[in-house]
């Protein structure tokens, strides 16, 4: 039981850990500008067809506020996903307590704690929204 905790504990890391540290802002990218030539004529800018910008991922803001900001929202993404998945676990406890009073209140109260996890995790998430859109 302790290793499929480990491994789906590592799998939701895994998926979702990556997904917030990845993001990152725009970037400016840096425009080529027309040389002037000796020659006589008109010179023409080089044109743009066909030219893809891509934007570095891996470029993390310098900012405190963004860098806090990611932290905390990957941090409660975390728990709002372990408190889901201990939900799980109350929930197949009690399945599979065969009518035994002590594992079937083991899994109710897995259950009741996680309940209160996931709202203690989205309370936190709506006022730390609320602040950082007031900074």
Known sequence: ?????????????????????????????????????????????????????LENPLIISTDIKVIIGRLIKTALQILGSLALLMVFFG??????????????????????????GVILTLSSYIILSGIFKLF
């Open 91 to 116: 929930a197949s406890g009690w399945i599979t307590s065969g009518g035994n009073p002590e594992k079937i209140e083991a899994g109710q109260k897995t259950i009741i704690w996680a309940v209160l």
């Open 1 to 53: 039981m302790n290793k499929l905790k480990l491994t789906l504990f590592l799998i939701l890391l895994i998926s979702v850990f990556p997904s917030e540290i990845a993001k990152a802002g725009p970037t400016s990218t840096p425009t080529s500008t027309p040389t002037s030539s000796a020659s006589a004529g008109p010179t023409i800018p080089p044109k743009e067809v066909g030219v893809v910008k």
